[in-house]
Protein backbone atom coordinates (compact mmCIF):
# COMPACT_ATOMS: atom_id res chain seq x y z
CA UNK A 1 0.00 0.00 0.00
CA UNK A 2 2.75 2.39 1.09
CA UNK A 3 4.73 1.77 -2.52
CA UNK A 4 1.56 2.02 -4.36
CA UNK A 5 0.76 5.47 -2.35
CA UNK A 6 4.79 6.66 -3.30
CA UNK A 7 4.17 5.78 -7.01
CA UNK A 8 1.13 7.65 -7.43
CA UNK A 9 2.78 10.69 -5.40
CA UNK A 10 5.35 10.22 -7.75
CA UNK A 11 3.90 10.18 -10.76
CA UNK A 12 1.54 13.31 -9.67
CA UNK A 13 4.60 15.27 -9.10
CA UNK A 14 5.76 14.42 -12.24
CA UNK A 15 2.65 15.07 -13.70
CA UNK A 16 2.70 18.60 -12.29
CA UNK A 17 6.11 19.30 -13.50
CA UNK A 18 5.21 18.66 -16.91
CA UNK A 19 2.12 20.38 -17.76
CA UNK A 20 3.25 23.64 -15.77
CA UNK A 21 3.26 26.40 -17.63
CA UNK A 22 6.52 28.00 -18.99
CA UNK A 23 7.85 31.20 -18.27
CA UNK A 24 7.66 33.71 -21.00
CA UNK A 25 9.91 36.83 -21.28
CA UNK A 26 7.05 39.71 -22.29
CA UNK A 27 9.10 42.09 -25.37
CA UNK A 28 10.97 44.91 -24.72
CA UNK A 29 9.05 47.40 -26.80
CA UNK A 30 10.95 50.97 -27.25
CA UNK A 31 7.84 53.66 -28.86
CA UNK A 32 9.84 56.44 -28.58
CA UNK A 33 14.25 55.58 -29.85
CA UNK A 34 15.26 58.61 -27.76
CA UNK A 35 13.66 57.60 -24.68
CA UNK A 36 14.28 54.02 -22.70
CA UNK A 37 11.59 51.37 -23.35
CA UNK A 38 8.35 51.69 -21.82
CA UNK A 39 9.18 54.93 -20.33
CA UNK A 40 9.65 58.93 -21.40
CA UNK A 41 12.82 58.74 -19.97
CA UNK A 42 16.05 60.48 -22.54
CA UNK A 43 18.43 58.95 -23.45
CA UNK A 44 21.75 60.59 -22.79
CA UNK A 45 25.53 59.98 -23.11
CA UNK A 46 27.09 59.26 -19.48
CA UNK A 47 23.78 57.84 -18.13
CA UNK A 48 24.64 54.64 -15.95
CA UNK A 49 22.23 51.56 -16.06
CA UNK A 50 22.41 49.75 -13.27
CA UNK A 51 20.91 46.01 -12.55
CA UNK A 52 20.84 44.20 -9.46
CA UNK A 53 21.05 40.62 -11.36
CA UNK A 54 20.36 39.73 -14.73
CA UNK A 55 17.93 37.08 -16.21
CA UNK A 56 19.30 35.43 -19.36
CA UNK A 57 22.72 34.93 -20.43
CA UNK A 58 23.86 37.20 -17.73
CA UNK A 59 23.71 36.40 -13.94
CA UNK A 60 25.81 38.72 -12.46
CA UNK A 61 25.25 39.89 -8.78
CA UNK A 62 25.31 43.27 -9.76
CA UNK A 63 25.71 45.05 -12.99
CA UNK A 64 26.43 48.11 -14.90
CA UNK A 65 26.69 49.70 -18.20
CA UNK A 66 26.93 53.30 -19.85
CA UNK A 67 25.48 55.25 -22.62
CA UNK A 68 27.94 56.01 -25.70
CA UNK A 69 27.06 58.90 -28.14
CA UNK A 70 25.25 56.56 -30.01
CA UNK A 71 23.12 55.80 -27.28
CA UNK A 72 24.41 51.89 -27.09
CA UNK A 73 24.97 50.66 -23.69
CA UNK A 74 29.00 49.56 -23.43
CA UNK A 75 29.60 47.22 -20.63
CA UNK A 76 31.67 44.68 -19.54
CA UNK A 77 31.00 40.78 -19.56
CA UNK A 78 34.03 38.45 -19.62
CA UNK A 79 34.15 38.13 -23.46
CA UNK A 80 35.21 41.81 -23.53
CA UNK A 81 33.70 45.26 -23.76
CA UNK A 82 30.32 45.15 -25.32
CA UNK A 83 27.47 47.67 -26.97
CA UNK A 84 23.80 46.87 -26.84
CA UNK A 85 21.21 48.24 -28.26
CA UNK A 86 19.20 49.88 -25.17
CA UNK A 87 16.68 47.52 -26.24
CA UNK A 88 18.40 44.22 -26.29
CA UNK A 89 20.30 45.59 -23.11
CA UNK A 90 17.02 45.83 -21.25
CA UNK A 91 16.42 42.29 -22.36
CA UNK A 92 18.98 41.02 -20.50
CA UNK A 93 17.64 42.59 -16.60
CA UNK A 94 14.97 42.10 -14.67
CA UNK A 95 15.27 45.83 -13.50
CA UNK A 96 17.28 48.65 -14.27
CA UNK A 97 17.61 51.98 -12.89
CA UNK A 98 18.78 55.05 -14.61
CA UNK A 99 21.10 57.29 -13.27
CA UNK A 100 22.59 60.36 -15.46
CA UNK A 101 25.03 63.23 -13.99
CA UNK A 102 23.92 66.19 -12.02
CA UNK A 103 26.04 68.68 -14.63
CA UNK A 104 24.75 66.86 -18.22
CA UNK A 105 28.44 67.55 -19.79
CA UNK A 106 30.28 65.54 -17.29
CA UNK A 107 28.25 62.52 -19.43
CA UNK A 108 28.93 63.58 -22.65
CA UNK A 109 33.13 63.37 -21.10
CA UNK A 110 32.77 60.58 -19.90
CA UNK A 111 31.00 59.08 -23.09
CA UNK A 112 34.40 60.94 -24.84
CA UNK A 113 36.37 58.87 -22.89
CA UNK A 114 34.05 55.49 -23.46
CA UNK A 115 34.58 55.90 -27.27
CA UNK A 116 38.27 55.73 -27.10
CA UNK A 117 38.01 53.16 -24.40
CA UNK A 118 35.48 50.97 -26.38
CA UNK A 119 37.73 51.80 -29.55
CA UNK A 120 41.19 50.55 -27.87
CA UNK A 121 39.92 47.80 -25.94
CA UNK A 122 36.73 46.05 -26.87
CA UNK A 123 38.69 42.64 -26.37
CA UNK A 124 39.89 43.62 -22.50
CA UNK A 125 40.39 40.48 -20.52
CA UNK A 126 37.34 40.44 -17.47
CA UNK A 127 38.90 40.52 -13.69
CA UNK A 128 37.22 41.44 -10.93
CA UNK A 129 39.53 41.66 -9.12
CA UNK A 130 41.96 44.32 -10.38
CA UNK A 131 42.66 47.68 -9.69
CA UNK A 132 40.12 50.47 -10.81
CA UNK A 133 43.11 52.67 -11.64
CA UNK A 134 44.89 50.03 -13.55
CA UNK A 135 45.33 49.37 -16.84
CA UNK A 136 42.60 49.49 -19.41
CA UNK A 137 43.55 46.18 -20.84
CA UNK A 138 41.78 44.60 -17.95
CA UNK A 139 38.02 45.33 -16.97
CA UNK A 140 35.16 44.57 -15.36
CA UNK A 141 31.84 46.68 -15.16
CA UNK A 142 32.09 48.96 -12.18
CA UNK A 143 35.91 49.95 -13.56
CA UNK A 144 34.63 50.24 -16.86
CA UNK A 145 32.47 53.15 -15.63
CA UNK A 146 34.68 54.37 -13.15
CA UNK A 147 37.24 55.02 -15.47
CA UNK A 148 34.82 56.96 -17.69
CA UNK A 149 34.30 58.96 -15.21
CA UNK A 150 37.48 59.26 -13.61
CA UNK A 151 39.13 59.97 -16.77
CA UNK A 152 36.90 61.41 -19.12
CA UNK A 153 35.27 64.30 -16.58
CA UNK A 154 37.55 64.59 -14.19
CA UNK A 155 35.06 62.91 -11.62
CA UNK A 156 35.54 60.02 -9.11
CA UNK A 157 31.86 58.48 -8.47
CA UNK A 158 32.09 57.21 -5.02
CA UNK A 159 35.62 58.70 -3.93
CA UNK A 160 37.16 55.09 -4.67
CA UNK A 161 40.68 54.39 -4.25
CA UNK A 162 42.42 53.90 -7.76
CA UNK A 163 43.62 50.74 -6.07
CA UNK A 164 40.27 49.47 -4.81
CA UNK A 165 39.54 45.83 -6.23
CA UNK A 166 36.45 44.48 -7.20
CA UNK A 167 34.06 47.43 -6.32
CA UNK A 168 30.65 46.47 -6.47
CA UNK A 169 27.98 48.77 -8.94
CA UNK A 170 26.44 50.17 -6.00
CA UNK A 171 29.18 52.13 -4.83
CA UNK A 172 29.13 54.48 -8.15
CA UNK A 173 25.88 55.72 -7.15
CA UNK A 174 27.49 58.93 -6.21
CA UNK A 175 24.59 61.61 -4.60
CA UNK A 176 27.23 64.38 -5.03
CA UNK A 177 27.46 63.81 -8.99
CA UNK A 178 24.60 61.15 -9.89
CA UNK A 179 20.64 61.96 -10.18
CA UNK A 180 18.20 58.91 -10.13
CA UNK A 181 16.39 59.58 -13.50
CA UNK A 182 14.02 56.50 -13.14
CA UNK A 183 13.59 53.06 -13.32
CA UNK A 184 12.95 50.57 -16.40
CA UNK A 185 10.99 47.39 -15.75
Not at 50 to 75: A, C, R
Not at 149 to 160: F, I, K, Q, R, S
Request: glycine share 6%; charged share 25%.
Amino acid sequence: MKKRSLLISILAGMALLLTRPKKVTAPVIQEDEACYPGTNIKIKPGDLLFSPIGKSESKYVGHVGIVNHEDKVVHSVPAGLIQDSVVNYCRKFRSITVFAPKTPFLGIQAADYLKTLYEKHSRAAYRVFTPLGSSDEVQYCTKTVWQCYMYGADVNLGNLSKEAKAIHPQFLKDKKYLIKKGAIR
